[in-house]
């Protein structure tokens, strides 16, 4: 068994922050930790379908200092509607290539290839932590 594999175990709850349930985030956080050893903001009073909080943990975590980069292991990726950020999910590797690792009420957790991903929403855009 793999790490992926208990990743897609993960079932969706909504204010999640564990492997026993998580939104977005939450698993955007567990994975993050597990491939980079650090731990992200919980923003555990942010509710899923609260774009305007969501967009407001977002640029925390860019001020945290997060820009837009290449898609890695471990990068955020972040979906955008105008200026709203409206749903997170993380790049892993899964069958030998880059892929985004997300989940939602609908689906629970799920990878799919970054163009698979990419073709799904309108703008999404990688963000990783910049040098210190």
Known sequence: MTMLDDWLRVPYVAYGRTMAGADCWGLVRIVRHALRGEWLPEFGAVAPDDK????????????????ESAPS???????????LCLHVGIVIEADGRLAVLETNRATGP???????????????????KTAP
């Open 110 to 128: 799920r990878w799919l290839r970054l163009a698979d991903f990419s073709a799904r929403y309108l703008r999404v855009t990688y963000h990783d």
């Open 73 to 83: 292991p471990g990068a955020i990726a972040a979906v955008w509607r105008g200026p």
């Open 52 to 67: 305007a909080k969501m967009t407001g943990a977002a640029g925390q975590v860019v001020a945290a200092g997060f820009a």
